[in-house]
Each structure stands twice: as C-alpha cells, then as structure tokens.
C-alpha cells in the first residue's frame, strides 16, 4: 500500500466516515478496512475508493472543491470544510448548492416535491453552506442505507459533535472518555443546542483504535458516539460556527 498526495485529507475524512461506516449506516460494507488503514496512519487508494463510494459525502465535497478551483475533492482543506467547516464553504454559490441537491441527490423524491420546494425557497433569502450538519438538520430523510425519517436522536449522533475532555477511565479494558458538551434539542418548536452535559463516549473498533495519547482538556470530536479527532481551537470555533448555521436555517421561516 503506498501512501498518495492526498494522505492527510484521506485521514481525515476517514476519521468522520468510520463510524457511520462501521454500524452500517452508509458507504460500502468495508469498515474494517477504514479502521485498519487509520490505526495503520495509511491513506492510499483503497481508502480513497472507499471514501468515494459514499455518495452525499462525495458529491459535496466535489461541490466544494470545484467551487474553489480545487483539483482533488479529498484535499484537506475541502474535506475539513465538509466535516468541521472553514472559508471555503464561502465560495459555493446558493443556485449551485440547490442544483446539487436536486439533480444529483434527487432530493425532490426522497423528501417530496412539497418539502424541497420549501427548501429551495428558503435558499432566497438564507446563505447555506455544504456543510455536514446542514445535511443532517435539513435533510429530513435519512440517505445512507437507512431510509427513514430523522428523530432528535439521530440528528444528535449523525451530527459531528464536540467537547472537552474531563476524564478517561478504563472499563472492561476498553477507553472511556468522558466530555463536557452539548446536546442537540428541541426547544418551542425550534431546534437548539441544549445547556452543557457529560457524555460518555468510545474509542474503539472491535478491540481497535486510531487515536492515541488523548489527554483531559484536549478538545475533541465525535460521530455515532466514537472519537473522530482531536481539534485544534480554530477548528472548536468552527464547528461550533457552521453547526448553528444550519440550526439556523432549519429554524428560519419558511
């Protein structure tokens, strides 16, 4: 396996896509090879073809890095857009973000003409960026393997969370990892992220794990309830930034 151009925005976007992956919920059925890869620290082809059988995942970041003038869609500047969010989600035009959604994810039939028009509408008068969370707010349909509607419960976990490390522990020889974070909650008919909360979370695959030496007080992020990355203060304001974004479009009028 040789390591490509890309290696470090393969990684990363590996760190995000695990695990959805490997509870099933979308890309191909080959989770344990992105978990191999990533406690290996090798980003080469397979996982770039891995990554590319994710179909919304891959379609935004194409959006966003031919909007950038970006050659590779798995560049680290276009991947970190997608999961946490920086500049480049400032460049991608409303008219080409809606055609997106409609033309390559059809999402006029999986959420219903009614609903999508609304959506489109909303697009006139609120910027929206291709970031993940907005995907997960107001996609109401679920559009991995599991058709279904969104509950506050799976929004709360497919939605790249983050907090702060208080406390690791050893249970069952398995890492626990509890952070000071926030839920997401509805709150008068609104969504809105709730007052702060511990919540326990995991770092591991079937006995593996890709993220070493986390330490109490590091900043991280998490996905499906696993520790996707440790995360730098620029990156804790801007996941916190784009993700109330997309509430704040979710809560926007009509």
Not at 11 to 24: D, E, I, R, W
Not at 82 to 96: A, E, M, Q, T, V
Not at 139 to 146: A, E, Q, V
Not at 235 to 243: A, G, P, S
């Amino acid at each position: 396996m040789t390591k490509i151009d890309n290696h470090k925005g393969l990684l990363l976007c590996a760190k995000y896509s695990v695990a959805p992956n490997f509870f099933g919920y979308c890309g191909p059925d080959k989770n344990t090879n992105l978990v191999d890869h990533l406690t290996s620290d090798i980003g080469d082809r397979e996982v770039k073809e891995i990554l590319s059988e994710f179909e919304s995942l891959h379609l935004n970041l194409n959006l966003i890095a031919n909007q950038n003038k970006i050659k590779d869609p798995f560049d680290y500047r276009v991947v970190e857009a997608y999961w946490i969010g920086n500049r480049l989600l400032s460049n991608i035009k409303n008219k080409d973000y809606v055609g997106l959604l409609g033309e390559k994810f059809l999402l006029h039939k999986k959420i219903g003409d009614e609903a999508f028009g609304k959506m489109k509408h909303k697009f006139l008068s609120f910027k929206l960026l291709p970031h993940h969370s907005f995907h997960v707010f107001n996609i109401f349909k679920r559009t991995g393997h599991i058709v279904a509607d969104h509950t506050i419960e799976t929004m709360d976990n497919c939605r790249v969370g983050w907090g702060r490390i208080i406390k690791l522990s050893m249970i069952n020889n398995q890492l626990s990892i509890s952070v000071k974070t926030k839920q997401l909650t509805i709150s008068n008919q609104h969504l809105t992220m709730s007052k702060e909360v511990i919540k326990e979370l995991k770092n591991d695959y079937k006995g593996k794990s890709f993220l070493k030496n986390l330490r109490v007080g590091d900043w991280i992020s998490f996905h499906w309830g696993r520790v996707c990355d440790v995360l730098t203060q620029q990156q804790v304001k801007n996941l916190d930034f784009y993700t109330r974004r997309a509430i704040d479009f979710y809560n926007s009028p009509v």
